[in-house]
């Protein structure tokens, strides 16, 4: 995830957001917020209903590493992990809505 954000950097963008692919209630309204937090704030994520996130963005000068490395995926703490480590940092954060991801056939037969 880090590289490819840092990769979008590269490439000349100054906002950059990636979203996971299993996020069937994700609508555009949700990514013109989370594009639009990043002109006020450092941080942008959303946290999904199993302890995780489905989205995380950054500006181009404060991409933190720290959020990546070494941290225990897919487990219930991720994205409050994810969230204690940038505010430690001194990055302002922007917490979208939860949301439901699917992980699981039961997950998916909870959404239809």
Do not use: C
Request: charge should be negative; charged fraction near 20%; proline fraction near 3%.
């Amino acid at each position: 995830m880090e590289h490819a954000l840092r990769q979008a950097f590269v490439q000349g963008f100054s906002r950059a957001v990636l979203i996971g692919s299993d996020i069937p209630d994700l609508t555009v309204e949700l990514m013109d917020e989370a594009f639009s937090s990043l002109r006020t704030n450092d941080a942008v994520i959303g946290p999904a209903f199993d302890g995780g996130y489905y989205l995380i963005g950054f500006n181009r000068d404060t991409l933190l590493s720290e959020v990546f490395e070494g941290m225990e995926w897919s487990t219930d703490t991720v994205f409050a992990e994810t969230l204690a480590r940038l505010k430690a940092s001194g990055l302002k954060a922007h917490q979208l809505p939860q949301q439901r991801d699917i992980d699981t056939l039961a997950d998916l037969n909870l959404h239809l």
